[in-house]
Nanobody, 116 residues
Framework: QVQLVESGGGLVQPGGSLRLSCAAS????????MSWYRQAPGNERELVAT????????NYADSVEDRFTISRDNVKNTVDLQINSLKPEDTAMYYC?????????WGKGTLVTVST
């Protein structure tokens, strides 16, 4: 069955860095657009970064551009999100998302907490 399993979240101080990873299985990963979303308590889920199936094209939310970098490995079937210069407002559950062939798949999320 389809699985998206996120990892790499945790507690980090402001200004720190984290690398989130999503391991995919059960579908043709290299044919799917992959994205990272986040949802802070009381807020709607928002799109933060997207990478095309081949990895050639990336897009970022204005609020994270220049701090977040999305990448993928179509051999290992993973998609990563490098987060630098973390801010308290980056605190959220981060979700991996796959889209392709009119299908949507979601992971269960990994929690990022930015605090002193």
């Amino acid at each position: 069955q389809v699985q998206l399993v996120e990892s790499g979240g945790g507690l980090v101080q402001p200004g720190g860095s984290l690398r989130l990873s999503c391991a995919a299985s059960g579908f043709t990963f290299s044919s799917y657009t992959m994205s990272w979303y986040r949802q802070a308590p009381g807020n709607e889920r928002e799109l933060v970064a997207t990478i095309s199936a081949t990895g050639e094209n990336t897009n970022y939310a204005d609020s994270v551009e220049d701090r977040f970098t999305i990448s993928r490995d179509n051999v290992k079937n993973t998609v990563d999100l490098q987060i630098n210069s973390l801010k308290p407002e980056d605190t959220a559950m981060y979700y991996c998302h796959a889209f392709g062939f009119l299908r949507n798949y979601w992971g269960k999320g990994t929690l990022v907490t930015v605090s002193t």
